[in-house]
C-alpha cells in the first residue's frame, strides 16, 4: 500500500540553498598532479595494499584487496607512478593509510575496463562480484559496501527497491544533476539490482523541489516499459533517510535496532545504481564521482566530476578559489557534514559535497539552558526524546541513555536545528554513542 500522504513523522525545514547549483550541469574536473586514495572509504575493515612504491599503474587498476566479506577495494584515478602509502589526512578527521600517486597525464585506462557495454545474462553471483570487484560503497554518504548490502540473510527476503533520490540536506544537488545527465543508467543500474535481488517491485523516490528530474525519470520508466515507480515527496529533512524512506514509501517501519531488510526493503542511492551499471556494463571501477562544491564561501559553485583522491585544494581551485572572509569547510551539508582540518583531505567515494562557509554563517550561538520546549521530541524523525539524551550523556548516564535509545539516533541533526536554546544536542548525543559502543567492546 501507498501512502496517500508520502511522509514521515518529525523533521524539520531548515533553508534548502539549492539555488547555488540546482541549475548547474555537471562539469567534468581534470585530474590533478597527484592523488592521494585512502584504503578505507566504506564502513568495515580497511582494504589492504596489493601495490609498492614505484608500481606503475593504469586508472581503474586495483591498489588494495578486501580484508574481508565488509570491505571493499580502492582504485587508481589517474596513470602514473605510486609515490607512497603511507598515512594521509581523511575526511573523517583522522589519518588512514593511503596511496599516493604521481600522475603521469597520459589518462591510461586498466585492461579490465571494457570498451563496449557487456549486455549478457549475468548470473547473481556474477552481477555482485563485479559490483565487489568495482569496490562500490553507498555513494549517499553512508559508504556501506554494496555487495553485503545485496547479499541479505536466506531468511530475510527482499520484496522491495528504493532508490533514494531525495537528496534533502541543503545546498547538494549532485544526485540531482546525476538524475538530469544520467537516467538510463540509473535505471539500468536499478533493474540490474532488481535481478540481483529478485525482489518484487522498484520505486524511485524524489523530493518536490526536483521538479525536472521527476518527470524525466517517470518518462524513462514509461519509455523502457519498466515496471517501477517514480514517488515525490514533501520536501522535509530527513526525507532522505533511509527509514523515513520506508515509512514514507511503503508504511512500514524498521523495528529498534533493526535495518530495512527486517521489513523486506532495501534502500540504494540513485549514485550507487549509477556506479552499479558501470560496474556491470563495463567492469569500471569506483574512481570517480559527482562532488558538490557550493556555500557561500566559493567563488564559482559547480557541480564537479572529480576523481577519488583529489585534494580538497585543487577542488576548490577548479571552482576559483577560496572569497575573502571564507571561515568553514565541511564534507557533505550543513546538517550532516564533518568541518574539515586539512586542504589535503581527498575527495573520497562518500563525497557528495564541499561546503565552504563565510564568517557570518559559521558563527556558533552560545549554547544556554534547555528551556524544556519539547520542540526537539517533536522534530526528532526517529521518536527519540534528544532533550533527555542529551542531558544523561552531560551526566554520563550512559546506560540509562542506551535504554532510552541513543543508538537509534541518525544524527540527522533535526533536533540541535530547531532548538531555541541553541543546545548541541547532536554533539552530546554522538558523544554518548561512543561511550555506549566503548563499554559494548569492552564487555565482549
Not at 12 to 19: D, I, L, S, T
Not at 137 to 158: D, E
Not at 242 to 259: F, S
Request: hydrophobic letters at 40%.
Amino acid at each position: 500500500m501507498i501512502l496517500k500522504k508520502r511522509t514521515f513523522k518529525g523533521g524539520v525545514h531548515p533553508p534548502e540553498e539549492k539555488n547555488w547549483t540546482q541549475d548547474k550541469p555537471i562539469e567534468i574536473m581534470p585530474a590533478p598532479a597527484t592523488v592521494i586514495i585512502p584504503l578505507q572509504q566504506h564502513i568495515g575493515r580497511p582494504s589492504t595494499p596489493k601495490v609498492k612504491v614505484g608500481d606503475t599503474v593504469k586508472i581503474g587498476d586495483p591498489l588494495s584487496e578486501p580484508a574481508g566479506f565488509v570491505s571493499v577495494p580502492s582504485h587508481a584515478s589517474v596513470s602514473g607512478t605510486v609515490k607512497a602509502i603511507d598515512k594521509a589526512p581523511h575526511p573523517l578527521g583522522v589519518e588512514i593509510l593511503a596511496v599516493t600517486i604521481e600522475n603521469d597525464g597520459k589518462d591510461e585506462f586498466s585492461d579490465v575496463i571494457l570498451k563496449e557495454a557487456d549486455r549478457s545474462e549475468l548470473s547473481r553471483e556474477e552481477i555482485i562480484a563485479r559490483i565487489s570487484a568495482a569496490g562500490i560503497a553507498g555513494m549517499g554518504g553512508a559508504t556501506f559496501p554494496t555487495h553485503v548490502k545485496l547479499s541479505p540473510p536466506p531468511n530475510k527476503k527482499i520484496e522491495t527497491l528504493i532508490l533514494n533520490g531525495a537528496e534533502c540536506e541543503p545546498y547538494l544537488t549532485a544526485d540531482h544533476r546525476l538524475m538530469l545527465a544520467y537516467p538510463d543508467e540509473i535505471l539500468d543500474g536499478m533493474d540490474i539490482i532488481i535481478k540481483a535481488l529478485n525482489c518484487k517491485t522498484g520505486y524511485i523516490g524524489i523530493e518536490k523541489n526536483k521538479p525536472d528530474a521527476i518527470k524525466l525519470l517517470r518518462e524513462k520508466v514509461r519509455e523502457k516499459g519498466f515496471p517501477y515507480q517514480v514517488l515525490s515527496f514533501q520536501v522535509k529533512y530527513p526525507q532522505g533517510a533511509e527509514k523515513q524512506l520506508i515509512k514514507a514509501i511503503t508504511g512500514r517501519e524498521v523495528p529498534r535496532g533493526g535495518l530495512p531488510m527486517d521489513v523486506g526493503c532495501l534502500v540504494q542511492n540513485v549514485g550507487t545504481a549509477k556506479a552499479v551499471h558501470d560496474a556491470v556494463r563495463y567492469k569500471k571501477p569506483l574512481y570517480e564521482r559527482v562532488v558538490t562544491v557550493t556555500g557561500p564561501g566559493i567563488n564559482v559553485s559547480r557541480n564537479v566530476l572529480a576523481r577519488i583522491g583529489t585534494p580538497l585544494r585543487e577542488l576548490l581551485n577548479f571552482c576559483g578559489g577560496l572569497k575573502d572572509g571564507a571561515a568553514k569547510i565541511i564534507n557533505g551539508g550543513p546538517m550532516m557534514g564533518i568541518s574539515q582540518f586539512s586542504l589535503e583531505v581527498p575527495v573520497i567515494k562518500g563525497t557528495s559535497g564541499i561546503l565552504v562557509l563565510g564568517e557570518k554563517e559559521s558563527q556558533i550561538a552560545e549554547e544556554q539552558p534547555c528551556i524544556r520546549c519539547g520542540r526537539c521530541v517533536v522534530a526528532c524523525p526517529m521518536g527519540l526524546m534528544p532533550n533527555l539524551l542529551a542531558t544523561l550523556v552531560e551526566y554520563n548516564k550512559f546506560d540509562q541513555a542506551k535504554k532510552y535509545g541513543i543508538l537509534d539516533c541518525i544524527e540527522c541533526g533535526s533536533c540541535t536545528f530547531i532548538c531555541p536554546a541553541k543546545r548541541y544536542l547532536v554533539h552530546y548525543i554522538k558523544h554518548g554513542k561512543l561511550e555506549v559502543n566503548r563499554a559494548a567492546k569492552s564487555a565482549a
